[in-house]
């Protein structure tokens, strides 16, 4: 496999846009800005990425500070005059920001710091191709399996159904192959499988799923067709938009399906015309509303009120109890965590949520839980040192199946998501390794490369000396 040169960062760019945030927002707090500028850092190195690598490492840093360090910071500068008083950061910006920053930093260099060149990340593209011209029914199996555990995931129990909810992902992996592996870009593939996706999040009214995949189709299509810096721009505008969009409309949009309405693209405009005749489309309160979904913040700070002072530290017991829901099927563990637990939630920040409301502590709220501030920094270390590790088994297994470096998006989709509860997180993460482990065991002929030896080379190359075909 060739070797892949990542873009240098462009300081430059980087200092003028500091400066001008600075100038900007005067008032900001310093530790505020240290954290926005380490988020514009990670956004940067995650746009230079886009076309070289499907991006793992740094889209678990990216989210990480949108929403521990974007959502806090402008809340902190202003915007939580508008939301509501729960969703206000109830510590003063400094004490929050010494423990996020030290926290999100070293999940980080967790992340990085025995990466390589990004192992895990980097696709054979040539190894691909050779895979999809020899298996070239597989993209399209793939597809269909991915549709249809995708329709049979509602019919079953919460553990069965995630089962296929992850098997539902396939068509994505099945759609990253043809991209590759196909000389010619398959335009009915690409519009079913990123039909569906849309199709879902507006019935659901849930669009993380959406965006993320818009993230690991682009980066796809990026690395095959090896685009400009001026498209990517405008991509990355676009999804910016896209993303804002979304986040703007997506409270009003779920009550309107909440009520009864369609969840269609009509009702979505309909939302939207309705929030801009009412009090304007970019007023505070909209942008406010939005912020309060990126801001993971606001529940941190009320874990740092809640424990230890109402509730001690758990020293490692609720950790335990994360990893037995997220290894153990219910059937072993009949008692073990629901996913969205409010009792959890309640117990250690003192926040209640209506029925039907999922909210979760957050990775580096569960670190300040078990372990307080220092240790809480420890523990995201480590987090991010085991994901590298597994990043690192995808690269020194792709040797030999080269397709299993796309199924780290499916393996990482949710694990990018620093607000939803660990045991869920670990549990997708763990389900899809093996589900993976399963699939390439059982059809190891299709998957794996042979490599031909060069003495059987040379007697049946016509091209090489010595060859039995040669004169």
Same mark, same amino acid.
């Given at each position: 496999?060739?070797?892949?040169?990542?873009p240098?960062?462009?300081?430059?760019?980087?200092?003028?846009?500091a400066?001008? #945030?600075?100038?900007? *927002? &005067?008032? @900001?707090?310093?530790? !505020?800005?240290?954290?926005?500028?380490?988020?514009?850092f990670? /956004? =940067?190195?995650?746009?230079?990425?886009?076309?070289?690598?499907?991006?793992v490492?740094?889209?678990?840093?990216?989210?990480?500070?949108?929403?521990?360090?974007?959502?806090?910071?402008?809340?902190y500068?202003?915007?939580?005059?508008?939301?509501?008083?729960?969703?206000?950061?109830?510590?003063?910006a400094?004490?929050?920001?010494?423990?996020?920053?030290?926290?999100?930093?070293?999940?980080?260099?967790?992340?990085?710091?025995?990466?390589?060149?990004?192992?895990?990340?980097?696709?054979?593209?040539?190894?691909?191709?050779?895979?999809?011209?020899?298996?070239?029914? #597989?993209?399209?199996? *793939? &597809?269909? @399996?991915?549709?249809f !555990?995708?329709?049979?995931?509602?019919?079953?129990?919460?553990e /069965? =159904?995630?089962?296929?909810?992850?098997?539902g992902?396939?068509?994505?992996?099945?759609?990253?192959?043809?991209?590759?592996?196909?000389?010619?870009?398959?335009?009915?593939?690409?519009v079913?499988?990123?039909?569906?996706?849309?199709?879902?999040?507006?019935?659901?009214?849930?669009?993380?799923?959406?965006?993320?995949?818009?993230?690991?189709?682009?980066?796809?299509?990026?690395?095959k067709?090896?685009?400009?810096?001026?498209?990517?721009?405008?991509?990355?505008?676009?999804?910016?938009?896209?993303?804002?969009?979304?986040?703007?409309?997506?409270?009003?949009?779920?009550?309107?399906?909440?009520?009864?309405e369609?969840?269609?693209?009509?009702?979505?405009?309909?939302?939207?015309?309705?929030?801009?005749?009412?009090?304007?489309?970019?007023?505070?309160?909209?942008?406010?509303?939005?912020?309060?979904?990126i801001?993971?913040?606001?529940?941190?700070?009320?874990?740092?009120?809640t424990?230890?002072?109402?509730?001690?530290?758990?020293?490692?017991?609720?950790?335990?109890?994360?990893?037995?829901?997220?290894?153990?099927?219910?059937?072993?563990?009949?008692?073990?965590?629901?996913?969205?637990?409010?009792?959890?939630?309640?117990?250690?920040?003192?926040?209640?949520?209506?029925?039907?409301?999922?909210?979760?502590?957050?990775?580096?709220?569960?670190?300040?839980?078990?372990?307080?501030?220092?240790?809480g920094?420890?523990?995201?270390?480590?987090m991010?040192?085991?994901?590298?590790?597994?990043?690192?088994?995808?690269?020194k297994?792709?040797?030999?199946?080269?397709?299993?470096?796309?199924?780290?998006?499916?393996?990482?989709?949710?694990?990018?998501?620093?607000?939803?509860?660990?045991?869920?997180?670990?549990?997708?993460?763990?389900?899809?390794?093996?589900?993976?482990?399963?699939?390439?065991?059982?059809?190891?002929?299709?998957?794996?490369?042979?490599?031909v030896?060069?003495?059987?080379q040379?007697k049946?190359?016509?091209?090489?000396?010595?060859?039995n075909?040669?004169?």
């Amino acid at each position: 496999m060739k070797s892949i040169v990542t873009p240098k960062f462009n300081w430059s760019i980087f200092i003028i846009v500091a400066i001008f #945030i600075r100038l900007a *927002f &005067i008032d @900001l707090p310093v530790l !505020a800005y240290i954290a926005i500028l380490i988020s514009l850092f990670q /956004f =940067g190195l995650l746009f230079d990425s886009i076309g070289h690598f499907i991006p793992v490492r740094y889209l678990l840093g990216a989210f990480m500070c949108l929403q521990f360090f974007i959502g806090p910071a402008f809340a902190y500068n202003g915007l939580e005059e508008y939301a509501y008083y729960m969703y206000q950061m109830k510590v003063p910006a400094t004490e929050y920001f010494l423990y996020a920053i030290p926290s999100v930093c070293a999940f980080i260099v967790g992340l990085h710091l025995f990466a390589g060149n990004l192992d895990g990340e980097a696709v054979n593209e040539e190894g691909i191709k050779r895979f999809v011209q020899k298996n070239g029914r #597989i993209p399209y199996i *793939f &597809i269909i @399996l991915g549709f249809f !555990a995708s329709v049979i995931s509602n019919f079953f129990s919460s553990e /069965f =159904g995630f089962v296929f909810y992850l098997l539902g992902s396939f068509k994505f992996i099945g759609l990253f192959l043809l991209i590759l592996g196909s000389k010619q870009l398959k335009p009915l593939p690409m519009v079913l499988v990123m039909g569906s996706i849309v199709s879902s999040s507006l019935g659901e009214g849930m669009f993380h799923d959406l965006l993320t995949w818009i993230i690991f189709t682009a980066s796809v299509f990026a690395i095959k067709y090896k685009i400009s810096i001026n498209v990517k721009i405008i991509g990355v505008a676009l999804f910016i938009l896209l993303a804002l969009t979304i986040q703007l409309l997506k409270g009003s949009f779920r009550k309107a399906i909440g009520s009864g309405e369609e969840g269609s693209v009509e009702t979505l405009a309909n939302v939207y015309e309705q929030e801009n005749a009412e009090k304007g489309f970019f007023s505070y309160e909209n942008i406010a509303s939005a912020n309060t979904r990126i801001n993971q913040g606001w529940i941190i700070t009320n874990i740092m009120i809640t424990v230890p002072d109402r509730e001690p530290y758990s020293n490692g017991k609720e950790l335990m109890q994360l990893l037995e829901a997220a290894v153990l099927p219910r059937i072993l563990a009949p008692d073990k965590l629901r996913a969205g637990d409010p009792e959890i939630l309640y117990k250690y920040s003192g926040v209640r949520v209506t029925v039907g409301t999922s909210m979760a502590l957050g990775s580096i709220g569960d670190a300040y839980v078990n372990f307080g501030a220092w240790g809480g920094c420890i523990f995201m270390f480590i987090m991010g040192l085991v994901y590298s590790y597994i990043l690192c088994q995808f690269k020194k297994f792709s040797k030999y199946y080269p397709v299993l470096i796309l199924f780290t998006a499916l393996s990482f989709y949710y694990p990018i998501r620093p607000d939803c509860e660990l045991q869920t997180v670990w549990g997708h993460l763990i389900k899809s390794l093996f589900i993976i482990f399963v699939m390439i065991k059982v059809f190891e002929h299709q998957f794996r490369v042979r490599r031909v030896m060069p003495r059987l080379q040379a007697k049946t190359d016509p091209y090489l000396p010595g060859s039995n075909l040669s004169g």
